[in-house]
């Protein structure tokens, strides 16, 4: 019986993270320079925790608002606090998580450090069956 995938194996290990007070278009340029759809957002203490920013959330809190992307800065537009799951984490528990919650993305944490994001397209795409 083979192993059941773990996060580890489908996460993305190369992310963006940017500051908050990045403006919206700068984080959409570096975003389409590293074929992205998402971005972390640091914490900008160590009471804050990390925010995600989404082209859902630039498509509804910017485009759909009538917002200006080189006015708008990515904190008022990011989802906070951000999902995290284990690496060792199975993936049809990630992929239960994930739709439990509603949310497309989670951060990946391995011995308290972010190692990557995973994303519910991720987990489709490269899930095999046992």
Known sequence: MAQTPRVRDVMMPDFLKLDGVTRVSDALRRMQDGNMHVALVEPRNEDDVYGIMTLKDVARKVIGE????????????????????????????????????????????????VVGM??????????REE
């Open 66 to 113: 009538r917002l200006k992307v080189h006015e708008t800065h990515v904190y008022e537009i990011m989802s906070k606090p951000v999902l995290s799951v284990q690496a060792s984490m199975p993936i049809p528990y990630a992929a239960r998580l994930l739709t439990n919650f509603n949310v497309s993305y989670a951060m990946v944490m391995e011995s308290n450090d």
């Open 118 to 127: 995973i994303s519910l397209n991720g987990i489709v795409k490269n899930w």
